[in-house]
């Protein structure tokens, strides 16, 4: 792997994912994988969303891994329903540990990606989730970890901000929100990066 971003394929149980990686220059300060929206709403690896998240993680210094979920550009299979994409990002993050070794994990997933990452971390128990305009009524999102950051789109007309902090409130979780911003972040990238480098110096 390299700073630019270098495409392969990993071994999922549905077959093989198409999978990117960045690595930053110099030391590495953990491995970000990040999950990418609804499959069957357009969602690709290569969402502006998922691809902001990307670089800005590899600036802060992470080995950064986007892939697709099975059925999915190149990938194969078919969807899932949370349960098999799921259990694509498990195989992704088993094939990165061993080649990365135990570096600090840390997940991030936008709309459904989101959901889906608060399933995998389940079983990952990641050091930081950051997820945004987390889809938690597609698939049944689960509780997270209290260092969380969640960004949320004050205009979100796809996942809405209610729906977020009906699942937030009992965990007594805070939710960054974005005035004026819908669910793409239209002309809100930039702030949504400069948030999450405000917020993931760990």
């Not at 971003?5 to 030391?27: I, K, M, N, S, Y």
């Not at 609804?38 to 590899?58: C, E």
Request: charge should be neutral; hydrophobic fraction near 45%; proline fraction near 6%.
């Amino acid at each position: 792997m390299s700073h630019t971003p270098h495409q392969f394929f990993v071994a999922g149980p549905a077959g093989p994912l198409e999978t990117v990686a960045a690595d930053p220059v110099g030391r590495r300060a953990g491995l970000a994988l990040i999950a990418h929206p609804h499959p069957l709403h357009g969602g690709t690896m290569d969402n502006k969303v998922v691809t902001t998240l990307a670089k800005v993680f590899v600036e802060m210094g992470y080995v950064t891994v986007r892939f697709n979920f099975r059925g999915v550009g190149q990938s194969a299979g078919s969807f899932g329903h949370g349960t098999g994409e799921t259990e694509d990002l498990l195989a992704v993050a088993a094939h990165m540990r061993g080649q990365m070794g135990d570096l600090p994990l840390l997940l991030a997933g936008f709309s459904f990606g989101g959901a889906v990452q608060t399933l995998a971390n389940q079983t990952l128990a990641a050091q930081r989730l950051v997820l945004v305009a987390p889809a938690v009524k597609h698939v049944e999102a689960r509780a997270v970890p209290d260092n969380t950051l969640v960004i949320h789109g004050e205009q979100d007309d796809v996942v809405p901000l209610t729906d977020v902090m009906d699942w937030a409130r009992p965990q007594d979780l805070p939710i960054t929100v974005v005035p004026g911003a819908g669910h793409f972040f239209h002309g809100r990238l930039l702030t949504l990066k400069r948030i999450i480098l405000n917020s993931c110096q760990c």
